[in-house]
């Protein structure tokens, strides 16, 4: 295992974000835990800079113990970016000092944390670009979005998307490369939020607050419901023929009308299933350096305000990401 001057010793400790108990942003306290080890194929992985998704509050909360256990205690965050500090991988791509940004299993969590151990190939090289934290703001969101558009990339021109919740993490990703991939883009964001979303690249918006956009009589070859809040049902109507509709947040009700309605529209549904892939992220950053792809960084937090990072997620209408300064 090759380390670097730190010389890090299985009895150092780091600071970390732990939840000890579900419950609301209170839980989420700050402590001395000792550093992970790199297991065989593993970095270790100085984190500068980490991100905060959906998916954090909800493990928190206790929304998802039924996928992720009662163990305590537990460090949430998948998203992060830092630099290769100790290595215990033959893999040479990834050499102590080497900037790195990447994503952890989200239900096991690790990134609210200086330090976290990773699998070589759920990393990617950080665009020189990016400061730590824009690439921190990358991972999960872009990925989603790509996960989502990537449907059209070999479809007959011209495509019509359209992308509920347009200014968050993943809705501004989702603009950008539909703009990259050549589709027209109607966004549904809040109106303070146009100015943003135009310079990303949607041509039509629409506030949500004005304008519910299921009662149009346009039509959409891809409805990307990244909000949520807008079931298959409820959409299939302005679905062209053969349309598909993709959601990141789907209820109980809405797993039912994927199962019950599909099969008589004709229209496609689709859940996205997010598994850390050191590949797409790589392509990522290669959009990032030659498309001019920009991850959209909303606020961020050091790590001691963890609970009001979250707090301030749960409670307000972020543009972009909210990041962790670690």
Same mark, same amino acid.
């Given at each position: 295992?090759?380390?670097?001057k730190?010389?890090?010793?299985?009895?150092?400790?780091?600071?970390?974000?732990?939840?000890?108990r579900?419950?609301?942003?209170?839980? =989420?306290?700050?402590e001395l %835990? !000792?550093?992970?080890?790199?297991?065989?194929?593993?970095?270790?992985?100085r @984190?500068?800079?980490?991100? @905060?998704?959906?998916?954090?509050? $909800?493990?928190?909360?206790?929304? +998802?113990?039924?996928?992720?256990?009662?163990?305590?205690?537990?460090?949430?965050?998948?998203?992060?970016?830092?630099?290769?500090?100790?290595?215990?991988?033959?893999?040479?791509?990834?050499?102590?000092?080497?900037?790195?940004?990447? *994503?952890?299993?989200?239900? $096991?969590g690790?990134?609210?944390?200086?330090?976290?151990?990773?699998?070589?190939?759920?990393?990617?090289?950080?665009?020189?670009v990016?400061?730590?934290?824009?690439?921190?703001?990358?991972p999960?969101?872009?990925?989603?979005?790509?996960?989502?558009?990537?449907? +059209?990339?070999?479809?007959?021109?011209?495509?019509?998307? =359209?992308?509920?919740?347009?200014?968050?993490?993943?809705?501004?990703?989702?603009?950008?490369?539909?703009?990259?991939i050549?589709?027209?883009?109607?966004?549904?964001?809040?109106?303070?939020?146009?100015n =943003?979303?135009?310079?990303?690249?949607?041509?039509?918006? =629409?506030?949500?607050?004005?304008?519910?956009?299921?009662?149009?009589?346009?039509?959409?070859?891809? @409805?990307?419901?990244?909000?949520?809040?807008?079931?298959?049902c409820?959409?299939?109507?302005?679905?062209?023929?053969?349309?598909?509709?993709?959601?990141?947040?789907?209820?109980?009700?809405?797993?039912l009308?994927?199962v019950?309605?599909?099969?008589?529209?004709? $229209?496609?549904?689709? %859940?996205?299933?997010?598994?850390?892939?050191?590949?797409?992220?790589?392509?990522i950053?290669? *959009?990032?350096?030659?498309n001019?792809?920009?991850?959209?960084?909303?606020?961020?937090? !050091?790590?001691?305000?963890?609970?009001?990072?979250?707090?301030?997620?749960?409670?307000?209408?972020?543009?972009?990401?909210? %990041?962790?300064?670690?």
């Open positions: 295992m090759t380390t670097d730190t010389k890090l010793r299985t009895t150092d400790t780091m600071r970390a974000a732990v939840i000890r579900f419950g609301g942003p209170e839980a =989420l306290k700050v %835990i !000792p550093i992970p080890q790199p297991k065989l194929g593993e970095v270790l992985v @984190i500068r800079a980490a991100s @905060i998704n959906p998916l954090d509050y $909800k493990i928190r909360s206790g929304q +998802l113990q039924l996928l992720t256990g009662k163990n305590f205690p537990r460090i949430l965050g998948c998203d992060f970016a830092g630099e290769v500090v100790d290595t215990n991988s033959t893999e040479t791509e990834f050499g102590v000092g080497t900037r790195v940004f990447g *994503m952890l299993n989200g239900f $096991k690790g990134g609210y944390a200086e330090y976290a151990s990773v699998p070589v190939e759920w990393l990617a090289h950080t665009p020189t990016l400061t730590d934290q824009e690439a921190a703001a990358i999960v969101a872009a990925r989603t979005a790509w996960k989502a558009l990537r449907n +059209l990339l070999h479809k007959v021109q011209p495509q019509s998307v =359209l992308i509920n919740g347009a200014s968050g993490g993943v809705g501004t990703f989702a603009v950008q490369l539909a703009r990259i050549g589709v027209h883009v109607t966004a549904v964001s809040s109106r303070d939020a146009f =943003l979303v135009e310079q990303l690249g949607a041509e039509r918006l =629409l506030d949500y607050k004005e304008t519910d956009f299921i009662k149009s009589s346009d039509r959409y070859n891809l @409805i990307f419901d990244v909000a949520g809040n807008r079931n298959f409820k959409c299939a109507p302005i679905l062209n023929p053969k349309g598909l509709y993709i959601t990141t947040a789907p209820s109980f009700q809405g797993v009308a994927f019950f309605a599909q099969p008589f529209t004709g $229209k496609k549904a689709l %859940i996205l299933d997010l598994r850390p892939d050191g590949t797409d992220l790589t392509n950053a290669r *959009m990032v350096t030659e001019n792809l920009r991850p959209i960084v909303g606020k961020i937090f !050091p790590l001691s305000e963890v609970a009001a990072a979250h707090t301030y997620g749960e409670t307000k209408h972020p543009r972009g990401k909210i %990041i962790l300064q670690i």
